[in-house]
């Protein structure tokens, strides 16, 4: 990818601060709460409403464009989370997804059913010299470090003593990713509205690898069930692969289909060079049942793809009852047999 001026005066700044800010939660204990990609360390309780990402592949590189939304009081917290390679990172637009949701958006077939009432029914619902900093740099409302290491162990302990105070299992999680030459980037994050339940700029990771892949592994440490969004800009339509195999909980595919420039889309348009595929995934995993990341591999063709929603409509009936229709009938068929028994009985008394 093309080095910008933006990204080359975040890499003269790495050459001068050295650490993190020391004052990351003193006043309050972490607790953790993974995310699909990754874990935050927050000084409340995490609960995860959605998670969306774009995966962009051109040749070697690979980037990830990065939106957490949670419910949560939480005013100082951090995120982790592993890349294959040194990564470069910058703020994204939050319009991003939402032009992706437009696009993606499954086609709505309505079924009527009609409803008796007034229709307000619904249906049922290391030591420290074992760690290396790579680099570290601020970026809007992010502080972000990037750490090497080989032993799990120290890259906890230079996390804590930066004021990342990591539970004992998400330490632990890291120790397969560094044993395999990853890096792991500590993104500080310090909201200025307040809580993280209001939302923080989307996060933008891109580095060099060799197979595509989105990590999933720290998110087995979470408590809650995982929901994720994620698609992918690639020059063909797109297979992940289950992070959960043993569980059932692998991914459905939502939409497939070539994008190019549009105005409507500026955001996306952006992105394009000419024509590329999207492929867009939606699931819910289990943590306990996710055991490795989410490998992206081309598809065995560019078949175009979108899910359909049916959407129940319930209309009210015109008549104030169901049993309405049913008792005039009845009526009416009562009174034709009253005539005819009554003309019958006078013709019987007439010929008597």
């Known amino acids: 990818m093309t080095v910008t001026a933006t990204t080359r005066r975040f890499v003269t700044r790495f050459a001068v601060v050295l650490a993190l800010g020391v004052t990351m939660l003193a006043a309050d204990p972490a607790t953790s709460g993974a995310c699909a990609c990754g874990a935050f360390v927050a000084n409340d309780k995490l609960y995860p409403q959605r998670e969306t990402a774009l995966v962009e592949l051109s040749g070697r590189s690979e980037s990830i464009t990065l939106s957490v939304q949670t419910s949560s009081q939480a005013n100082q917290a951090a995120f982790l989370m592993p890349v294959p390679a040194r990564a470069r990172f910058e703020i994204a637009d939050a ?7 437009e696009i993606s958006r499954p086609e709505v077939k309505v079924r009527r059913v009609t409803v008796s009432g007034d229709g307000a029914g619904a249906p049922p619902g290391q030591s420290a010299n074992d760690v290396t900093v790579v680099d570290h740099v601020e970026v809007g409302p992010y502080e972000v470090a990037q750490l090497s290491g080989t032993d799990a162990s120290a890259v906890s302990r230079w996390l804590t003593d930066n004021g990342f ?48 892949v989105y990590p999933m592994r720290l998110s087995s440490t979470a408590e809650l069930r995982q929901p994720l969004r994620l698609y992918v800009l690639a020059d063909h339509r797109m297979d992940m692969s289950n992070p959960a195999p043993k569980g059932s909980s692998a991914a459905d595919l939502t939409y497939a289909d070539e994008v190019t420039a549009d105005p409507q889309h500026p955001t996306v348009s952006a992105l394009l060079t000419g024509p590329r595929f999207l492929t867009r995934y939606d699931a819910v995993f289990n943590p306990k049942q996710i055991t490795e990341d989410i490998r992206l591999t081309q598809s065995a063709s560019d078949e175009h793809y979108r899910a359909v929603v049916t959407v129940t409509k319930y209309v009210q009936s015109p ?19 009253a005539v005819a028994v009554t003309m019958l009985v006078r013709r019987l008394k007439t010929r008597v």
């Open 95 to 101: 319009k991003l997804f939402t032009e992706l949701d």
């Open 319 to 337: 008549w104030p009852m169901p049993g309405v229709p049913l008792l005039l009938l009845a009526l009416i068929v009562l009174a034709a047999v």
């Open 165 to 212: 105070t990591l539970p004992e299992a998400l330490g632990g999680a890291l120790r397969p990713y560094l044993a395999e030459g990853w890096l792991v980037v500590a993104v500080r994050l310090a909201p200025t509205s307040g809580s993280l339940s209001d939302g923080l700029p989307p996060m933008r990771v891109a580095f060099e690898t060799e197979s595509p």
